[in-house]
Structures are given as structure tokens and as C-alpha cells.
């Protein structure tokens, strides 16, 4: 990150000629985000560009916090806008997902927890008395007026995508000219207070000079901030950047550099280069719904996630790249439910660019060792502790525990859930080299780890001794464990056939699939916790329904399967009084596999109505906070939960709209992704399907569930006759080429096949704190 090429720096020009061209940033007294924005062919606008503005956040009351600013980010450098200590200042807090302890001798959550950083702030000649802000999320541009007691001050605000530094402009009123930045560091320590050793300290003091803080490290290396203001006529630009390094202190000369050559461009051109990746990220996909609350709901979490995290850099931690000011204890990631219910969102709206989990598994899979107890660490057993950094590190002496022994945790299934998720990308893209080089070998070890444990009872069948089932109970046959290990062991069987690999384990891996004991049940409630344990209370972690979803170990359609389904959800589901964010989430997607479409709209709204269940709520910028702790988590796996309603492919099945309520008549996607990497369009018209249409990026058979009565035309991307066969009410199978497209609709329908922002059912107000 930050790195400029030599033709990239003589691109800039003389402060002259961007004093003429810096007022682009302003076109006509626009707002920030509004003016040069590109449009569609012959001059129109995009619906993607159209639902994304109509998306936008309002300020017009000054935030206080984490819980209630705007935020900006590439994916590195994260930034927060709100209140100061004193009325005159405005702050700009600062985060970085790179900027962490190297203390490994503690555990993750101390001695690799993410630092703190500080603020940059602002301080004008009077008191803020009103904002008025909007935050872009098309050209992820944060902008409007702040007003005070002396005047008023335009400004724009960017974390630049490709070069990872803040850029603000300002056009301040004569009363407020001379309003000045500063910074204001905070103590680099662990804000963590589960478990601190007693020997623990912060890191050294910061050294401040003019336009940078320098921050080192006890362990070496250490991470600096430089900012640098230019003047251009009556504005302003102003620079600041983070740069860290470990183990060696290359991060003070970094971060200036980085801010001097910034500073040093023409912002337009600055501008118009973040802008176009922002406007292609927004492009790939599309969603659009009546109910206009959820509709800007979900394209603040696609906005979101691609500010939180990229494929290259760290996996995304609770708070994302945006570190609260007064902390708490998640310092650092959490692999024991959050990431894994984080990211699935990244495959089905079609972006791999944000895929950080796979890519980490592919380059720090080693460090999973570190995590198995050491008499079980024979080279070929991985596992996965929590809390862990972004290399996959627990540190200090933090394992997983031995299953059946008082060191057992509820740990035991991160790793194979976490894997799920790299799966899910295989799944949707079909990248063999995916499959071959990051899920086969690492998830063979990781299953591993559970051969240690499992045995043959007297029935014959393979049991596992004693684990918990996470955040409830101990139980031997733990559900939570046994589903994650059937899904293990059918898939490393199933991929070395798809890769065409002689391998001998995979008798093994059959017979603990055929031979695992089947999940514990009883006659009302359905599938146990584990054996003899029941779900007595209200519980927030679906872990003993995996096996329903995300695995989808169970098909719906068959009437067994089904019943099973429907006893265990309605127990889970009785007493919500415990339930947090993604209780809710993860209801809504159980009820749109289970065929329920106003269950899952109903438990979708009711996170999203901002209802304080447990003490946790969605906050007023769709961030997360459950009691005092902050996450980012449970909005994203909300936003899955609309796409469920929308597409779902599972079993060779893609169905169009499978969970619309019947309150929707309209809706409309484009580019979503379904697994067997199909890329999917479809449009909903006055409660009827009017086409749906496909694209296979890999040639996967597909058998598709598009949902129109009667009879229907079924064509190539040329309008020729595709044939075809019938696999069901409303559904058909049929051979697609890699590249090919079919498009179905009733006959002799001629629908416009472009994505449309469908009718809005009412007005709602925008998120964030409008007036």
C-alpha cells in the first residue's frame, strides 16, 4: 500500500494549475460525492449508481462516537468523524488493520492486539453548532458544512482507495480561516483486560515533532502518523497517513514520504482515480427492493465490507478497520464465529476482490500448527484458537485444548468452520486452483485434529468424548462438532475426485462420514445439543444449527429432513430473549431455506428496526454493539440474509427469488453470484417473476428453479431456442458452456433485462442522524 510509480508522481502538477482545478472537488457549490460523477451510455445514470446515492448516510446532528460517525476506509486505513472534547474540535480518528502488537509471548487479544492510534483533529475559532453531512458511499466520499459560532466550513473527506491516506479538503468562511489541525496520540497498549499478565505495559511513549508521531514498539518496529496541510487560493488540502513496520523501523520515513508525494498531486486527479474504483466496485452487483430501509441497508454493508477488508490485506477484525476510541476487548480477530459469518456476503454480491479469508489460509496456514495442544502437533494436524491475529497466530501458549480432558474449549470446530468459508469460494467460482492449493491439504489436517479424538463405540459408530458446544454446554457427540466434521469429511472426498487425485485417505474420510454417529434428538425439540444435553435456555449462537445453515446439510424439499428442521428452529426460536444481531441474521436465512419468507423478513426487520434485545442493538450507522463491546460483524451477515431471500444455489440448485414476501411485488438483481459460479439477473414485477437469467462462468450443470407459471421461453444470449427438460414445478435442467447465458421468461415475454431501482413501498429516513 502507498507505493506511487515515478509516472504516477509526474502526473501532478504545479500548485498553480491545481488551484484551478481543485475546485472540481466543489462543482457549483455541489455536495461532496454529487458533482463529476460518471453516467451511463448516452448520458444517463446507472440504477447501480442511482440505488447506491439513494443509499447515502445523513448527518445533521454531530456524532459523539464509534457508534454513531460516518466511516471511511480502503481495507488499511480506517477513519471515524465526530465530536471532540471540546466544542471547537472535530476529530478524525484513525485506525489501521496492519498496526498491531509483536508480543507473542501473550496471548492474541494481549500481546497481538491491535493498537490504538489517535486523532487527527480540527479545531476552529468557535463552537460547532450544526452539520450537515453526507457520506457518499458510490464515491465513498464523506462531505457537506460544519457551522459554528464564527462562521461555517465546506469540506470533503476521502480515505484514498489505492494509496491508503486521508485527504480532506476545506472551503472555510473568513470567520473560520484560520481553523488548524493537530494530532492527538493515544496510549499504544492492549485495551484488552481479559487475562492481562500482571507484567504487561504499554508501549513506549509516542515522539511528536511537526507533522508526525512516531510510535515505537517494545517488541521492535513500531508505526508512524505524518500530516502535511497545502494551500490552494481560499482551500485547503490536507494529508494524513499511518505507516507501520515490524521488525524493522522503516514506518517514520514511510509515512512522510507517502504524505509528500500525496500532498504533492493534483487532487482532482486524486479524486478521480479513488473515485473509479469505487464506482467499478459498485457496478458488479446489484439488489433492489421496495422496502427501501433494507434495500440502503444492504448497499451500506457492500460498502462497508469493501472499506473493512481486501483480498490482499488482513482479515477483517470485530471493530473492521475502525479502532473505538475507548476500545474494549476484542483486539483482535475473532475466528470462533465472526469472521465466519462476516464474509459469506463477499461471494454471493460477487466480489472476490474482498476475499481475505481464503487468502489467508493460503498464505499463513502454517501457523495453524501453533494452536494444536503439543503432544497432537505431528506436521500434518492444524487447528484454529481464538482470539488469533490476522496471521493465523494465537500466542503465548494458547491452544484449542484436547476434547474429553478439563483443557477441552469450545474452539474445536473454528478451523473447519473457517474453511466453510473458503469453500463457499470454490463453490461460487469454481477455481480449482482454490480448491487444490488452499482447501484440500489444509483442510485434511484440520480434520486431523478430530481423528485424534474420535472413537468406536459399542454401536459400532464413530463418538466424540467430551466438548462444548460454543457458549453453552459440555457434551460428548456435541452437535456443533459432529456436523462441522460430516461436512469435513464428505468434502475432502468429494474434492479429490473433482481433482483427480489418488488418494489413499479417502477410504478413511468415507467411513467417518457413513459411521459418525448421527446427531442426538429428541421427539419435540429435534436435533441436541450434544448427547443427553438439551437447549434448556435462550441462546444466541446457532451452533448446534449448522448443520441446517450454513451447511445445508439437509434439503428442505425431502420430508424427513424437513420435519427435523422445523422442530429444532421452532425450540431455538422460543425464547429469543438472549438472542444478539446475528441470532436474528441467522434466523432469517434458516427461515428463507425453510420456505418461509415472512419469517425471514420479519426477523431481518426486526434487527434492522434497531430493537434492543440482550442489551445489543444495531446503531445509528449500521455498526454493531452488543453491552459495551462494538462489532461490525452481525450487520454484514444481515445483509446475507437479503441476498437469501433474493438467490440461493445449493445442491446443483439455483432458484430466483426462493423467499420473497409477499409484501415485496417488485424486486431486481443483477451480477449476484450463486454457487457453481453462475452469475444471476432477475426481475420481479407485480408478484410475478418476469425473467430470469444466467450466465456460467465454468460450464456447471444447472438445474434452475425460476418460479414462472406457465409456459415459459428458454433462450440463448442470441435469442435462440435453448433446449431443455422439466426437473420439477417451475424448475428446468439443462447444459450450459462456460460463457454461455440462458434467460428464461413466459412465453412471448418481452421484460426490459436491465436492473431497475423497483418502487419503494414508503418513504424511510436515511441512516445515520438526520434531523
Known sequence: MGELSRRTVLRSVSVAAAAAAFGGLWADGASPGLAAEPLGRGGSRTPHRDVAMDARMRWQRLPKNWQEAPFLANGYLGVQAYAGESPQVLKFMLSHTQVQDQRIQWEAGIGLSRLPIGAVTLTFAGAITAVDWTLDLYNAELGGTITTTCGQVAFSAVVHNDLGVLLVSLDPSAGESGAAWGFSPLVSATTRTVRKPPEYTANPAPEQTDGCCAQPMTAGGGYTTAWRERKIGTKRLFAAAVAYSFPKSTHTR????????????????????????????????????????????????????????????????????????????????????????????????????????????????????????????????????????????????????????????????????????????????????????????????????????????????????LTRSPEYADAPDCTYDLSLIRWAANTLADSARILRINEPRVPIWREIAAKLVPYHEDPADGVLIGDGVRLADSHRHFSHLL?????????????????????????????????????????????????????????????????????????????????????????????????????????????????????????????????GAFLVDASRRGGATEFVRVRSEAGAPLVLDHGIDGEIDVRDERGRRLPWRQAGARRISLSLRRGGTVTVTPRGGRPDFGPRDVPALGTVPAWGLPS
Open 254 to 465: 514511510d509515512a512522510i514520504s507517502l504524505v509528500g508525494r500525496t500532498v504533492a498531486m493534483n487532487p482532482d486527479y486524486l479524486l478521480s482515480w479513488h473515485r473509479r474504483w469505487w464506482n467499478t466496485f459498485h457496478q458488479r452487483s446489484f439488489v433492489s427492493v421496495p422496502d427501501k430501509q433494507v434495500q440502503r441497508f444492504y448497499w451500506i454493508q457492500l460498502y462497508k465490507i469493501a472499506s473493512a477488508t481486501r483480498a490482499e490485506g488482513p482479515v477483517t477484525a470485530e471493530w473492521g478497520p475502525w479502532f473505538p476510541e475507548v476500545g474494549n476487548s476484542w483486539t483482535a480477530v475473532w475466528w470462533n464465529l465472526n469472521v465466519q459469518v462476516a464474509y459469506p456476503i463477499v461471494n454471493s454480491s460477487n466480489h472476490p476482490e474482498l476475499d481475505a479469508v481464503t487468502e489467508t489460509f493460503r498464505r499463513d496456514h502454517a501457523n495453524l500448527e501453533t494452536s494444536v495442544p503439543p503432544a497432537y502437533r505431528d506436521g500434518d494436524t492444524y487447528a484454529l484458537s481464538h482470539p488469533g491475529d490476522w496471521r493465523l497466530r494465537p500466542g503465548g501458549v494458547r491452544t484449542v485444548g484436547v476434547p474429553g480432558t478439563p483443557s477441552k474449549t469450545d474452539q474445536t470446530g473454528n478451523l473447519l468452520w473457517g474453511l466453510h468459508n473458503v469453500w463457499l469460494a470454490y463453490r461460487h467460482h469454481l477455481d480449482r486452483a482454490v480448491l487444490r492449493d488452499v482447501l484440500y491439504p489444509t483442510l485434511a489436517k484440520a480434520l486431523n485434529f478430530y481423528r485424534h479424538f474420535l472413537f468406536t463405540g459399542p454401536d459400532g459408530l464413530l463418538h466424540l468424548p
Open 547 to 675: 448443520w441446517l445453515y450454513p451447511l445445508r446439510e439437509r434439503d428442505w424439499e425431502r420430508p424427513a429432513d424437513r420435519d427435523l428442521m422445523t422442530r429444532t428452529f421452532r425450540h431455538w426460536s422460543a425464547d429469543q430473549s438472549a438472542w444478539h444481531g446475528y441470532s436474528y441474521a441467522a434466523a432469517s436465512s434458516m427461515s428463507s431455506v425453510m420456505d418461509q419468507p415472512e419469517e425471514a423478513l420479519r426477523y431481518l426487520k426486526v434487527f434492522l428496526d434497531r430493537t434492543v434485545v440482550a442489551d445489543t442493538e444495531l446503531t445509528a450507522n449500521t455498526m454493531y454493539r452488543e453491552g459495551s463491546n462494538l462489532a461490525i460483524e452481525s450487520p454484514l451477515t444481515a445483509a446475507q440474509s437479503v441476498v437469501d431471500m433474493l438467490l440461493q444455489g445449493h445442491g446443483g440448485v439455483v432458484k430466483a427469488f426462493p423467499s420473497v414476501s409477499s409484501s415485496w411485488p417488485d424486486a431486481s438483481i443483477a451480477g449476484l453470484r450463486a454457487e
